[in-house]
């Protein structure tokens, strides 16, 4: 077996594990609170189109929009349960994922149990009643058995729906087959993307598959039928858990990274030194840009590395540019006053937003600076990264240079950097620790205006770990030590076609390279 | 005089605009076989599920054993009255046996009095035993009325009410299942309504006729009285219809041996 497989497969248990416990916990509760709507809505007719028309309109949502939905509103929820009860709970992972995906799951069930029970033949339904029986027995002994097999084939589809959506719920910090798919995007391992996939194929097909067999067997009342599809899904589900019993003692730190490269590698290093300390660390990465800080002031998790103008622009919502020590210390003094976050300091390189081109193509162009890429641009494409073009900086930029494109258009970095390889687009919003940029022969552009604040790579601790003396012992020699040159080479070793090394792998590397 | 074991008082039931009952008042003492008869939409079929609360009454009253349905909750009064109808509603996920033994289950009996009630009924109604563990699917419309029958009598009701309970059968299982029928409710001492189209087979089962159009009695008693006393020619052509009938059969096939 090649050694990515085998790296990608040493991973599948603990991801299969969280994959199938949040699917069957979603699938639980989907049913829990869809049946008793389904028998509400097939006695009522006034409730019952409002009913659907909400389910389907949550089924209209993009899935990857309703689990991020979640996360603010639980946010919100766990403040107030802080404020009122003392004590709040994790917005973050297993809690936003599963709520989101039940509700995914609620429309084929209540749609099918709703049909399956209005389905019932009205002289049946009459006898129900003739022989003396109450509405409750009606529905028990005659309703539900009658419509079971309808209401199963609702089951299946919300079974496979649910395992599906599941690999959506990485960006929320929740573990599932999808940290293959995220972080395989990401880093280019098509191998991880593909061994996602098809791990979350085979195992809708194996529930669907089963949850048939239950349907077989209410439909032709086979009692043996009907255990064995039952006993092969519990069997199954148990097997699937097994990785995640005894191996729950609780790490010490959740390492946080958000959802490229670079990110991964540091909370690599990270884990490493938490290691080399003798304190048990956990990753979480694949967080988006404004998750991360959120679930670190939250306390969600303990560490994580940002850069000190999104956090100026993002968090502490500054249009000004004072320059880049200023920047840095305001930063830390206000960081701690409002969320008692603690900057404790610079990893020492720059990862700066910065619009770059191809060598060749600015060079025929003429193009140095983004004063002349100004005068340029509605004849140039732009491609940008998923979220520069609603960052405040990207408004500033365009503000500052009068920046008008002909079109602009957004990309997984991965396929920003092929866009503007392959001439798709003229210029992108590259990082400048990137090491495509050297490998791609890429040119940054200048900033005359300093319309782009500073990014210094800073390392930042949660409230409650603010006087941990062993966290910062662990990552106090890691400030101001890692110039941007080890940063590239670490982030293209991850990032290249030939030769990729893992995230891990890398961090080690950038670990030796700095003399650890 | 014996106290009457259905009696209604000015019972009126509308859906919607339409005026199902329109003020019927009648007794039924215990051992009676009534027809109720009349032609559709007359509330022949209302009329008979007042008296179970299969359709509530809007105004007056119905008594059964002397109680005052409106009091007693709709299924404790539902199990102590056997019910048939066309459509039969076997439960089509329970056998044979299951399905008779479904009201005695309801009022919580003891397994062996269920088993020992099941194959009682499965004899009274001349069902193979054998014929238990079947599902109603596999039975032929005869012997599912049948089945019907030995339902609504499981729970030993006093009275059974019935809606055109053979009329989906052909002539001669039809013909067969009235006077098994006639015969059970003689021989359990029963009080029977039923709801018929058919005069011939209201004349021939019944001891009293009751006729109704458009939601009120037009008349009441037994046929050849009512036959002899009518004024209404309503009730006349209804209850006259079955000997036009057998005359115009008798032109056409020739006079045999009757």
């Known amino acids: 077996m090649s050694p990515r497989l085998s790296a990608s497969l040493a991973l599948l248990p603990n991801y299969l594990a969280w994959h199938v416990a949040l699917s069957a916990a979603a699938l639980a509760l989907g049913l829990a609170v869809s049946l008793p709507l389904a028998v509400w809505a097939s006695r009522s007719a006034r409730l019952r189109w409002p009913l659907t028309a909400f389910a389907s309109l949550i089924q209209t949502i993009p899935s990857l929009a309703l689990l991020a939905l979640f996360y603010p509103l639980l946010l919100a929820l766990s403040t107030l349960a802080r404020g009122v009860l003392g004590h709040g709970f994790s917005a973050l992972g297993f809690l936003p994922a599963l709520l989101a995906l039940s509700l995914y799951s609620m429309l084929p069930i209540l749609r099918n149990t709703t049909a399956g029970i209005l389905g019932v033949d009205a002289a049946v339904k009459e006898a129900a009643d003739g022989v003396g029986m109450t509405p409750g027995q009606r529905l028990r002994r005659v309703e539900l058995p009658l419509a079971a097999p309808v209401i199963m084939a609702g089951v299946r589809t919300a079974a496979v729906w649910t395992i599906g959506a599941a690999t959506l719920s990485t960006p929320v910090g929740q573990t599932s087959l999808g940290n293959y798919i995220f972080s395989g995007l990401q880093t280019e391992n098509w191998v991880d993307v593909l061994v996602g996939c098809a791990a979350s194929a085979a195992l809708a097909l194996a529930a669907d598959q089963l949850l048939g067999l239950v349907e077989a067997g209410v439909r032709r009342r086979s009692r043996a039928l009907t255990l064995a599809g039952a006993a092969g899904l519990a069997a199954g589900t148990v097997l699937a858990l097994l990785p995640l019993i005894g191996a729950r003692e609780r790490p010490a730190y959740v390492v946080g990274a958000k959802n490229f490269s670079e990110q991964y590698i540091l909370a690599a290093l990270i884990d490493d030194r938490l290691a080399a300390a003798g304190a048990r660390a956990q990753a979480k990465a694949d967080l988006g840009s404004a998750v991360a800080y959120r679930a670190l002031a939250a306390g969600e998790i303990d560490v994580y590395v940002d850069y000190s103008g999104t956090l100026w622009t993002n968090v502490l919502e500054r249009r000004d540019n004072p320059g880049r020590a200023q920047v840095l210390g305001q930063l830390t003094a206000e960081l701690k006053r409002r969320d008692g976050v603690t900057v404790l300091g610079s990893l020492g390189f720059e990862n700066a937003y910065a619009l770059a081109m191809r060598q060749d193509r600015a060079q025929a162009l003429g193009i140095a600076s983004l004063a002349d890429l100004a005068r340029q641009a509605p004849e140039l494409a732009f491609g940008a990264d998923l979220e520069f073009l609603s960052r405040p900086e990207w408004k500033a930029v365009a503000a500052a240079y009068g920046l008008r494109f002909r079109t602009q258009r957004s990309y997984q970095p991965t396929f920003m950097y092929r866009a503007l390889a392959g001439g798709d687009v003229d210029a992108i919003s590259a990082f400048s620790s990137d090491g495509r940029i050297a490998a791609n022969r890429l040119v940054v552009l200048s900033d005359p205006k300093d319309a782009i604040p500073p990014y210094d790579a800073v390392v930042l601790i949660s409230p409650r770990r603010a006087g941990d003396a062993r966290l910062r012992r662990a990552l106090e020699p890691l400030i101001g030590r890692v110039p941007v040159e080890a940063m590239r080479a670490a982030n293209y070793s991850v990032d290249r076609d030939q030769g990729k090394l893992t995230p891990a792998e890398a961090a080690k590397g950038l670990e030796r390279a700095l003399g650890f | ?258």
């Open chain 2, 1 to 258: 005089m014996a106290e009457p074991l259905i009696e209604l008082e000015d019972v009126e039931k509308r859906y919607g605009e339409h005026r199902a009952l329109a003020g019927v008042s009648l007794r039924v003492d215990a051992g009676e076989f009534v027809a109720l008869v009349g032609g559709s939409g007359s509330g022949k079929t209302t009329l008979l599920k007042t008296i179970n609360r299969l359709a509530a009454p809007g105004a007056g009253r119905v008594r059964v054993a002397g109680e005052d349905t409106g009091a007693i909750a709709a299924p404790v009064l539902r199990r102590k009255i056997g019910y048939v109808f066309q459509e039969i509603g076997l439960f089509p996920h329970l056998g044979v046996a299951e399905n008779i033994a479904i009201t005695p289950r309801l009022l919580g009996w003891d397994r062996g009095r269920i088993a020992a009630r099941v194959a009682e009924l499965m004899d009274l109604v001349d069902l193979p035993r054998a014929m238990g563990e079947r599902p109603p699917a596999a039975l032929s419309g005869g012997q599912r009325q049948r089945v019907g029958v030995a339902r609504a009598l499981a729970a030993q009701p006093a009275m059974v009410l019935m809606d055109e309970p053979f009329g989906a059968l052909d002539p001669l299982t039809r013909d067969a299942l009235g006077a098994d029928y006639r015969a059970l409710h003689d021989r359990l001492g029963l009080t029977t309504l039923m709801v018929t189209h058919d005069m011939a087979e209201a004349v021939l089962l019944a001891d009293r006729i009751v006729v109704l159009g458009e939601g009120r009695i037009l008349a009441d008693g037994a046929p050849a009285e009512v036959l002899a006393t009518t004024s209404d020619p309503r009730v006349r052509d209804l209850l006259e219809a079955p000997r036009r009938q057998a005359a115009r059969l008798q032109a056409r096939l020739g006079g045999g041996p009757a």
